[in-house]
Each structure stands twice: as C-alpha cells, then as structure tokens.
C-alpha cells in the first residue's frame, strides 16, 4: 500500500486511518468551471490508455451559503477527462438543468430534495409542495453518440461530448414520454454471436404498486424492447444487475408513510422506514418482457448497489453490497458530522437464487467497508473472477472509503492500494487494453481526493497488481467534490482547438 502524504500529527485518542476534517473538506462546493490541459502528471500515463473518463457527482453543496442538507441532493457537475498520446485534457460543467439555473439566478434555494434538503422557511415553505428538482447528478454514460447525465427520478440531460454544455433533457429520440424515468443504473451487455452491444435500463414509479419498466436499447439508441410490470408494494430501488434472461432487482423491506413529507416537515427519504422483520426480496424480471416475473425472499438487508448477475442452470448467483439497514440522514443532522460508527457498513454479499426450489442463500464474501463496484465490462452478467471496488482503509469498521480493493474470487486473494492518510477515493472504472489476453489486463481509473493540498487526482492502476500503486497521477488544479459514478468512451472527446 502507499501514501499520498505524511499524516497529519494525531493525538491518542485518534486510531484512524483518516482525519475527519480532512474527509469534510472535500465536501466543498466547487462552483468554478475549468477547462486546461493537465501538465502536473507523476509518473507516466500508459501508451495505449487512449479514450475518455466521465464522471458525474454533486457540485454544490450549498446554494449561495445556504447547505444542501445530503450530498445526494446537490446539483450535478461532470467531469471530463480526455487522454490522447500521453496527454491529458480536464475539463468540468455544471448541468444546467431548469431547477440549477432557477436557484443560481434567485442565489437561494428553491427546490426540496429527495434527501433531506428543504426550502428556507420551515414547514410553511415546503408544505403541499412535492415538486422534486431533476439534478441529474448521478451517472454519465456516452451513448449512441450521445453524452447523457442520469438521476433516477426524471429523464436524462443531453451535453455536447466534447464541451460538455448542456442540450437540454432528452427523451431519446421518443423512448420516453413527458414524465418519464430513465434510471441511473443502466448495465451494458457486450454483444456475442454476431450481436451488437445492448444497453438495459430501467425506471420505476412508486407507489401502494410499483410499476418497473425495462428498456433495451442498441449500439444506435434505438429502442429493441421495453416491457413494464407490476409489483406489489412500495419499492425503493436505484440499481439492477442482468443476466441472459433476467433484470433482477432488489426490493429493500421499507415501507413509505408520505404525510410528513407532504406536510414539509421532511424530506421523502425521510419519510422511508426499514423494516428488520420483513423479508428483502428478489425480483427476476424476464428480458423477453412475457413469462411470469419470480419473486424469492431472503433475509433483510438494504442495497443499493449490485456488483454482477450470473445464471448456472436452474441457479442465479447475484454479488450486492448490502447494509444491515437503511442509512439515513435525520432532519436535524448534518452528514458532516455522521458518526461512522453508529451507522451500518457495506458488505459483500452473494446471493445463490434456486429457481427450482424457490429459495434463497447467502454468504458474506468481504467484511470489509465497501462500496462503488467494477468489473471487466465484457463479464456483466456473465460468471466472473475479479472484482474491483472502493474500501475502507481499515479491515473493520465502518469508515470513508480510502482504499481500492481486488478480488480474486477463484484462489480468494485480496489486493489493496489505499491512499490513506489523507487521499479519499470513490468508485474505480476498469479501462481494458487495447490487446488484453486475461480478465484482469486493464487499468483502473479513480478520481480520488487529495486532502493534502485540497485537489483532486485522476489514479491510475494497473488492473493486474494494483498493489504496485499508481503508474501515474494526474493532479488538477482544484478539488472536484466526491462524486457518484462513472464511465469511460474510447472515443478520444476533446473540445474544438484543443
């Protein structure tokens, strides 16, 4: 494992891997948009490593000082990262969605969020008003030619590729109709047999029954397929893994009383309770949208997010980061301040789904803090040996994610690289070589921040051992604020004249 930097002196009541104050600062808002080539690179950016790495996150934090309540409601901002010849060319903007250009003009908020963020005024501001605002800060995904920043609540928002300035929302070319979801989440089955690549994607409405619509789409945009179904219950969910014949889903065990949030007394998140009596079930969702959807129940735990889905014979196996229960920020907290050890941590999980016998099994594969899962895009929804993704520093406990782990879920090895003291990382993006031979023969790329002098790094690793640390660091001129997800195009995306 390395350091970034020497720690900072601690006292002894302090036996962490990280300085509090260190993790809160990267919570900065980042209202400046850049636009640069990076000169200041240790190490040496990898000759066949050519294409470009997206990432979208919150932004801001606060709206004109007033404090966004939970990073999850804060406006989405994307990154760029074009890589050409050993070069490297950032650029970052604002999504200007109707909600983000509303509020920086007014300079307050004007918007309730999904996690806790309320209009100034208290209940009277907020009461019968159940508007949510589409920040489309979730996910950025190249597609079809076009660039489209997810949230999954509302349609996309379409930017140009290579300035990143934004279109406006799309509907893709008619899929969706005004009012529509099209969820964060897509999965990416890489075409056989003389197939082209598929995108599979989904949206949801909540409610007393929850509708989940499944949408396929080729290398084009074109839609191939879409199918909607009807579970019963309120349903919370924000990610899904596929297989050949499956989209399955995750329904958590919480129920949703609306009254609070109605009243503007809390925000929806909020108004969601978990339920630690009540079965987590399983949603198979055939993709040929005609046989009988299965539903399989197993003990309770939260996910938010899925690792990979594969079919052996009658038996689907599903990898899940899980938590104990559903974690939250209450209305009179502040996510800064969240005692890490009061709140539940990600674990590994894999499920083993008898579809024969209707039953459900579980072992707990990383104990270990975790979230923000990658694989080898070819192994997505396939049997799979390696998987890459964000951790604790620490083997226990429950802490910010600082590390990057690999799993070799065939001889049960564990690599690690962490950029503890004061490096903070996120979720990692497998780039596959160019004339790759194994499953692990890529890169990863990681923009993680660099508490030590309050900036952000773009990481990269080599896939195979990433316990040699980085073959390069690409160090920007600020911090971008910790984001979301990711993606990464082989399309080398620089603006005009650069």
Same mark, same amino acid.
């Given at each position: 494992?390395?350091?970034?930097? !020497?720690?900072?002196?601690?006292?002894?009541?302090?036996?962490?891997?990280?300085?509090?104050?260190?993790?809160?600062?990267?919570?900065?808002?980042?209202?400046?948009?850049?636009?640069?080539?990076?000169?200041?690179?240790?190490?040496?950016?990898?000759?066949?490593?050519?294409?470009?790495?997206?990432?979208?996150?919150?932004? +801001?934090?606060?709206?004109?000082?007033?404090?966004?309540?939970?990073?999850?409601?804060?406006?989405?901002?994307?990154?760029?990262?074009?890589?050409?010849?050993?070069?490297?060319?950032?650029?970052?903007?604002?999504?200007?969605?109707?909600?983000?250009?509303?509020?920086?003009?007014?300079?307050?908020? +004007?918007?309730?969020?999904?996690?806790?963020?309320?209009?100034?005024?208290?209940?009277?501001?907020?009461?019968?008003?159940?508007?949510? =605002?589409?920040?489309?800060?979730?996910?950025?995904?190249?597609?079809?030619?076009?660039?489209?920043?997810?949230?999954?609540?509302?349609?996309?928002?379409? +930017?140009?590729?290579?300035?990143?300035?934004?279109?406006? +929302?799309?509907?893709?070319?008619?899929?969706?109709?005004?009012?529509?979801?099209?969820?964060?989440?897509?999965?990416?089955?890489?075409?056989?047999?003389?197939?082209?690549?598929?995108?599979?994607?989904?949206?949801? @409405?909540?409610?007393?029954?929850?509708?989940?619509?499944?949408?396929?789409?080729?290398?084009?945009? =074109?839609?191939?397929?879409?199918?909607?179904?009807?579970?019963?219950?309120?349903?919370?969910?924000?990610?899904?893994?596929? !297989?050949?014949?499956?989209?399955?889903?995750?329904?958590?065990?919480?129920?949703?009383?609306?009254?609070?949030?109605?009243?503007?007394?809390?925000?929806?998140?909020?108004?969601?309770?978990?339920?630690?009596?009540?079965?987590?079930?399983?949603?198979?969702?055939?993709?040929?949208?005609?046989?009988?959807? =299965?539903?399989?129940?197993?003990?309770?735990?939260?996910?938010?997010?899925?690792?990979?889905?594969?079919?052996?014979?009658?038996?689907?196996?599903?990898?899940?980061?899980?938590?104990?229960?559903?974690?939250?920020?209450?209305?009179?907290?502040?996510?800064?301040?969240?005692?890490?050890?009061?709140?539940?941590?990600?674990?590994?999980?894999?499920?083993?789904?008898?579809?024969?016998?209707?039953?459900?099994?579980?072992?707990?594969?990383? !104990?270990?803090?975790?979230?923000?899962?990658?694989?080898?895009?070819?192994?997505?929804?396939?049997?799979?040996?390696?998987?890459?993704?964000?951790?604790?520093?620490?083997?226990?406990?429950?802490?910010?994610?600082?590390?990057?782990? =690999?799993?070799?879920?065939?001889?049960?090895?564990?690599?690690?690289?962490?950029?503890?003291?004061?490096?903070?990382?996120?979720?990692?993006?497998?780039?596959?070589?160019?004339?790759?031979?194994?499953?692990?023969?890529?890169?990863?790329?990681?923009?993680?921040?660099?508490?030590?002098?309050?900036?952000? !790094?773009?990481?990269?690793?080599?896939?195979?051992?990433?316990? @040699?640390?980085?073959?390069?660091?690409?160090?920007?001129?600020?911090?971008?604020?910790?984001?979301?997800?990711?993606?990464?195009?082989?399309?080398?995306?620089?603006?005009?004249?650069?």
């Amino acid at each position: 494992m390395q350091n970034i930097e !020497t720690p900072p002196a601690k006292t002894a009541a302090q036996n962490l891997s990280y300085d509090r104050t260190d993790w809160q600062r990267g919570y900065e808002s980042q209202p400046n948009e850049s636009d640069y080539w990076i000169d200041d690179i240790e190490g040496e950016i990898p000759p066949g490593l050519q294409g470009t790495f997206f990432r979208n996150g919150p932004g +801001l934090l606060d709206v004109n000082g007033q404090r966004i309540h939970h990073p999850f409601d804060g406006d989405g901002m994307v990154c760029a990262i074009a890589i050409s010849e050993g070069r490297a060319h950032f650029r970052n903007r604002f999504i200007h969605t109707e909600g983000y250009l509303a509020e920086q003009k007014a300079g307050k908020i +004007l918007h309730r969020g999904v996690f806790g963020t309320q209009k100034p005024g208290g209940w009277l501001a907020n009461i019968f008003d159940v508007k949510i =605002k589409n920040i489309a800060n979730t996910n950025i995904i190249y597609w079809g030619d076009k660039l489209l920043a997810l949230w999954e609540a509302a349609a996309p928002y379409r +930017l140009d590729p290579r300035t990143l300035e934004t279109f406006g +929302l799309d509907t893709l070319d008619g899929i969706l109709q005004p009012g529509e979801a099209f969820a964060a989440h897509p999965r990416i089955e890489k075409g056989k047999n003389g197939k082209g690549d598929r995108l599979v994607n989904f949206s949801v @409405k909540p409610g007393l029954s929850s509708t989940i619509t499944i949408y396929e789409l080729d290398e084009s945009g =074109k839609l191939l397929q879409s199918h909607a179904h009807a579970i019963p219950g309120f349903a919370f969910l924000h990610d899904m893994v596929i !297989t050949p014949n499956y989209c399955i889903f995750f329904q958590n065990p919480v129920s949703f009383n609306p009254l609070l949030f109605v009243l503007g007394f809390r925000s929806a998140s909020q108004c969601i309770n978990f339920s630690p009596n009540k079965p987590t079930q399983a949603i198979l969702i055939p993709r040929n949208g005609t046989d009988e959807v =299965k539903i399989l129940e197993t003990e309770p735990c939260f996910v938010f997010h899925h690792c990979n889905a594969w079919e052996e014979g009658d038996e689907v196996f599903v990898d899940s980061v899980c938590y104990e229960s559903f974690p939250t920020v209450e209305a009179d907290g502040d996510f800064r301040e969240v005692d890490f050890d009061s709140v539940p941590a990600g674990e590994l999980w894999r499920f083993k789904l008898n579809l024969q016998d209707k039953t459900v099994q579980h072992q707990v594969v990383e !104990t270990r803090c975790c979230e923000f899962p990658t694989l080898h895009p070819n192994n997505v929804g396939q049997p799979y040996r390696y998987l890459y993704i964000g951790a604790a520093d620490a083997p226990t406990g429950n802490a910010p994610l600082q590390a990057i782990l =690999k799993m070799d879920f065939v001889t049960g090895e564990r690599q690690i690289w962490s950029a503890a003291p004061r490096g903070f990382a996120g979720e990692p993006v497998f780039v596959l070589r160019p004339d790759a031979v194994a499953e692990d023969d890529g890169w990863l790329l990681l923009l993680m921040y660099d508490a030590a002098h309050h900036r952000s !790094t773009l990481v990269i690793l080599d896939a195979r051992d990433i316990t @040699k640390g980085p073959l390069a660091r690409l160090h920007l001129k600020q911090h971008i604020p910790y984001g979301l997800h990711g993606s990464f195009t082989p399309n080398v995306l620089l603006p005009i004249g650069s």
